[in-house]
């Protein structure tokens, strides 16, 4: 009776949700570790690990003369912070909340809060650890030097975008499918380790291996970040657009599922997992 009624404005709408994802990204950062430092630190090391191990690898393997010419460190980079970053922002989208879970019980929490929070999370520990990275190799070992860096760093948002996309399919099945759509989820991530292509110069292998990696949108994003990091590089068997339009695809079937889900969502589906 003696309530003050607000006009609600869809700038305030926007600035409210924008505020909640802000906050919720900040509270995804910090899963990893109670530190947000230390989440972002560790995060650093396994990247560094994994570049080592790669150096290693094609060292003892004596395969340093198929990369591309010019920073061999800076091309197995090139291909690692883009697998990871794709890699890890299927797992932080795959690993969101689902509508029966606790958290959306919240009146301001959907779904979608939760997805693009969790997505963004990733995108911020990714791109901050490969800054470190590239900046400690520049300073300390020895000066890069990237052809075209707006390029490269549009497709590692493209990577990070084309991540979304497989994330948001595989979590519209997770509800109906818990421990398939974990598997599948799985598979995936360990065949991208071969089958995005960060091993080795897509110019360089015969046509009949092409058809086993261009399905991936993965192993076209790399061939082509390596045609703008490398002066030298001119890809000709991927695309920038197929990536894309198939990471579109997937989101939309993916955001249907998800809001067909959320509206058949029951609390007994936790009771599967």
Request: glycine share 8%; net charge positive; hydrophobic share 50%.
């Amino acid at each position: 009776m003696f309530g003050s009624r607000r006009k609600k404005t869809w700038v305030g709408s926007a600035g409210r949700v924008l505020d909640l994802i802000f906050h919720n990204t900040v509270r995804s950062v910090r899963k990893t570790h109670a530190n947000a430092f230390m989440a972002i630190g560790l995060n650093i090391l396994q990247t560094v690990i994994l570049v080592g191990s790669f150096y290693i690898l094609f060292t003892v393997l004596g395969m340093r003369g198929s990369a591309i010419r010019g920073d061999f460190i800076l091309f197995i980079m090139s291909g690692i912070f883009l697998y990871l970053m794709h890699v890890r922002t299927v797992q932080a989208v795959f690993s969101t909340e689902g509508p029966s879970s606790p958290m959306m019980l919240h009146a301001p929490m959907t779904t979608f809060v939760a997805i693009a929070s969790n997505a963004l999370a990733a995108l911020y520990t990714q791109v901050l650890s490969a800054i470190l990275v590239l900046y400690a190799y520049h300073v300390i070992i020895e000066p890069i030097e990237i052809h075209n860096w707006k390029g490269a760093l549009g497709m590692v948002c493209l990577s990070w975008f084309s991540g979304v996309g497989v994330g948001v399919m595989f979590l519209g099945l997770k509800p109906w499918f818990p421990r398939g759509a974990s598997t599948a989820q799985s598979i995936y991530s360990r065949a991208s380790m071969i089958a995005s292509g960060k091993m080795f110069v897509a110019n360089q292998l015969p046509g009949y291996m092409i058809d086993w990696f261009d399905w991936n949108p993965l192993f076209h994003i790399i061939d082509q970040t390596r045609g703008f990091v490398f002066i030298n590089y001119f890809p000709r068997h991927s695309s920038l657009t197929y990536p894309f339009y198939v990471s579109l695809a997937l989101m939309m079937i993916g955001l249907m599922g998800e809001f067909y889900t959320r509206q058949n969502a029951s609390l007994s589906w936790g009771a599967r997992r």
